[in-house]
Protein backbone atom coordinates (compact mmCIF):
# COMPACT_ATOMS: atom_id res chain seq x y z
CA UNK A 1 0.00 0.00 0.00
CA UNK A 2 2.74 2.67 0.74
CA UNK A 3 4.98 1.47 -1.60
CA UNK A 4 2.01 1.99 -4.45
CA UNK A 5 1.23 5.25 -2.57
CA UNK A 6 5.31 6.22 -3.08
CA UNK A 7 5.32 5.74 -6.87
CA UNK A 8 2.33 7.04 -7.69
CA UNK A 9 3.34 10.65 -5.78
CA UNK A 10 6.53 10.21 -7.49
CA UNK A 11 5.06 10.00 -10.81
CA UNK A 12 2.56 12.65 -9.93
CA UNK A 13 5.42 15.24 -8.13
CA UNK A 14 6.28 17.15 -11.38
CA UNK A 15 2.73 18.03 -11.65
CA UNK A 16 2.30 20.08 -8.35
CA UNK A 17 3.97 23.00 -9.82
CA UNK A 18 0.99 23.66 -12.06
CA UNK A 19 -1.61 24.25 -9.47
CA UNK A 20 0.86 26.74 -7.90
CA UNK A 21 2.11 28.43 -11.07
CA UNK A 22 -1.86 28.99 -11.85
CA UNK A 23 -2.09 31.14 -9.50
CA UNK A 24 0.88 32.84 -8.61
CA UNK A 25 0.71 33.72 -11.99
CA UNK A 26 -2.75 34.72 -12.15
CA UNK A 27 -2.34 36.36 -8.98
CA UNK A 28 0.74 38.99 -10.07
CA UNK A 29 -1.43 39.32 -13.10
CA UNK A 30 -4.30 40.34 -11.46
CA UNK A 31 -2.53 43.24 -9.30
CA UNK A 32 -0.37 44.39 -12.40
CA UNK A 33 -3.91 44.78 -13.89
CA UNK A 34 -5.54 46.58 -11.52
CA UNK A 35 -2.55 49.00 -11.67
CA UNK A 36 -2.82 49.27 -15.35
CA UNK A 37 -6.26 49.75 -14.78
CA UNK A 38 -6.36 52.44 -12.52
CA UNK A 39 -3.54 53.94 -14.42
CA UNK A 40 0.29 53.97 -13.02
CA UNK A 41 -0.11 57.46 -11.92
CA UNK A 42 -2.14 57.07 -9.64
CA UNK A 43 -0.24 54.04 -8.30
CA UNK A 44 2.56 56.39 -8.81
CA UNK A 45 1.31 58.68 -5.62
CA UNK A 46 0.33 56.12 -3.50
CA UNK A 47 4.52 55.50 -4.26
CA UNK A 48 5.01 58.96 -3.57
CA UNK A 49 3.05 58.87 -0.09
CA UNK A 50 5.37 56.63 0.96
CA UNK A 51 8.25 58.28 -0.02
CA UNK A 52 9.92 55.92 -2.59
CA UNK A 53 11.99 58.07 -5.24
CA UNK A 54 11.15 58.27 -8.79
CA UNK A 55 7.59 56.77 -7.75
CA UNK A 56 6.57 56.95 -11.95
CA UNK A 57 8.99 55.27 -13.03
CA UNK A 58 8.85 52.26 -9.91
CA UNK A 59 4.50 52.57 -10.76
CA UNK A 60 5.44 51.55 -13.96
CA UNK A 61 8.12 49.10 -13.07
CA UNK A 62 5.60 47.53 -10.95
CA UNK A 63 2.92 47.25 -12.91
CA UNK A 64 5.03 46.04 -16.31
CA UNK A 65 6.67 43.40 -13.72
CA UNK A 66 3.95 42.15 -12.32
CA UNK A 67 1.96 41.53 -16.18
CA UNK A 68 5.03 40.34 -17.81
CA UNK A 69 6.28 38.16 -14.54
CA UNK A 70 2.88 37.09 -13.94
CA UNK A 71 2.49 35.58 -17.48
CA UNK A 72 6.26 34.04 -17.02
CA UNK A 73 4.70 32.09 -14.39
CA UNK A 74 1.66 31.55 -15.41
CA UNK A 75 3.25 29.85 -18.80
CA UNK A 76 5.95 27.81 -17.12
CA UNK A 77 8.10 30.09 -19.27
CA UNK A 78 11.93 30.99 -17.85
CA UNK A 79 10.23 30.84 -14.20
CA UNK A 80 13.37 31.08 -12.29
CA UNK A 81 14.62 34.24 -14.17
CA UNK A 82 11.30 36.17 -13.78
CA UNK A 83 10.91 35.10 -9.91
CA UNK A 84 13.82 37.70 -9.14
CA UNK A 85 12.35 40.67 -10.30
CA UNK A 86 8.96 39.32 -8.93
CA UNK A 87 10.32 39.06 -5.34
CA UNK A 88 11.48 42.62 -5.60
CA UNK A 89 8.54 43.44 -5.98
CA UNK A 90 7.53 41.61 -3.08
CA UNK A 91 10.13 42.44 -0.80
CA UNK A 92 9.27 45.89 -1.82
CA UNK A 93 5.84 45.94 -0.72
CA UNK A 94 6.77 43.67 2.68
CA UNK A 95 9.09 46.54 3.86
CA UNK A 96 7.48 49.02 2.63
CA UNK A 97 3.52 48.49 3.42
CA UNK A 98 2.91 44.97 4.67
CA UNK A 99 5.51 44.54 7.33
CA UNK A 100 4.18 46.84 10.11
CA UNK A 101 0.98 45.47 9.39
CA UNK A 102 1.87 42.34 10.87
CA UNK A 103 1.73 38.67 9.80
CA UNK A 104 -2.25 37.96 9.46
CA UNK A 105 -3.73 39.08 5.76
CA UNK A 106 -7.10 38.91 7.64
CA UNK A 107 -7.93 41.53 10.31
CA UNK A 108 -11.21 41.57 11.98
CA UNK A 109 -11.40 45.22 12.84
CA UNK A 110 -15.12 45.03 13.34
CA UNK A 111 -18.95 44.59 12.88
CA UNK A 112 -21.09 47.56 12.18
CA UNK A 113 -24.99 47.53 10.72
CA UNK A 114 -22.61 47.65 7.14
CA UNK A 115 -21.42 44.71 7.74
CA UNK A 116 -18.33 43.33 8.56
CA UNK A 117 -15.13 45.43 8.55
CA UNK A 118 -11.45 44.04 7.88
CA UNK A 119 -8.60 45.89 8.69
CA UNK A 120 -5.04 46.25 7.02
CA UNK A 121 -3.58 43.68 5.52
CA UNK A 122 -0.50 42.12 6.79
CA UNK A 123 2.44 40.14 5.20
CA UNK A 124 0.89 36.64 5.18
CA UNK A 125 0.44 36.73 1.40
CA UNK A 126 3.79 37.86 0.58
CA UNK A 127 5.24 35.46 1.88
CA UNK A 128 3.11 32.82 0.57
CA UNK A 129 4.04 34.03 -2.89
CA UNK A 130 7.74 34.38 -2.58
CA UNK A 131 7.53 30.63 -0.73
CA UNK A 132 5.62 29.52 -4.37
CA UNK A 133 8.27 31.48 -6.75
CA UNK A 134 11.31 30.00 -4.59
CA UNK A 135 9.27 26.39 -4.97
CA UNK A 136 8.69 27.37 -8.86
CA UNK A 137 12.34 28.17 -9.18
CA UNK A 138 14.16 25.77 -7.41
CA UNK A 139 11.49 22.57 -8.26
CA UNK A 140 11.01 23.91 -11.97
CA UNK A 141 7.45 24.89 -13.83
CA UNK A 142 6.60 21.06 -14.58
CA UNK A 143 5.92 19.23 -17.35
CA UNK A 144 3.10 21.37 -18.59
CA UNK A 145 4.98 24.37 -18.92
CA UNK A 146 7.13 26.73 -22.05
CA UNK A 147 10.28 25.48 -19.34
CA UNK A 148 9.35 21.81 -19.70
CA UNK A 149 9.20 21.85 -23.33
CA UNK A 150 12.28 23.46 -24.14
CA UNK A 151 13.69 21.18 -21.71
CA UNK A 152 11.88 18.07 -23.52
CA UNK A 153 13.32 19.34 -26.61
CA UNK A 154 16.57 20.02 -25.98
CA UNK A 155 17.10 16.66 -24.41
CA UNK A 156 15.43 15.31 -28.10
CA UNK A 157 17.90 17.73 -30.41
CA UNK A 158 20.77 16.04 -27.84
CA UNK A 159 19.61 12.41 -28.97
CA UNK A 160 19.33 13.46 -32.80
CA UNK A 161 23.10 14.80 -32.51
CA UNK A 162 24.66 12.26 -31.10
CA UNK A 163 22.77 9.76 -33.17
CA UNK A 164 24.34 11.28 -36.33
CA UNK A 165 27.81 11.62 -35.08
CA UNK A 166 27.77 7.85 -33.74
CA UNK A 167 30.49 6.14 -31.60
CA UNK A 168 32.64 9.67 -32.07
CA UNK A 169 30.14 12.15 -31.23
CA UNK A 170 29.14 10.39 -27.85
CA UNK A 171 32.25 9.99 -27.05
CA UNK A 172 33.42 13.51 -27.65
CA UNK A 173 30.20 14.67 -25.78
CA UNK A 174 31.44 12.40 -22.92
CA UNK A 175 34.83 13.65 -22.63
CA UNK A 176 33.95 17.33 -22.91
CA UNK A 177 31.82 17.24 -19.55
CA UNK A 178 34.73 15.36 -17.96
Not at 84 to 105: C, E, I, K, N
Not at 116 to 136: D, M, N, Q, T
Not at 148 to 167: C, E, H, Y
Amino acid sequence: MIAGWTKLAGNLSGWSAWPLRLIVGYGFIIHGWAKLSRGPESFAAFLHALNVPLPLFFAWATTVTELIGGLCVLCGAFVAAASVPLSVVLLAALFTVHLHYGFFSVKLAGISPDGVKFGPVGYEHILLYLAGLISLAIGGAGPISLDGWLIRRAGRDRVRSDAKDGLTGRLRTHLSEL
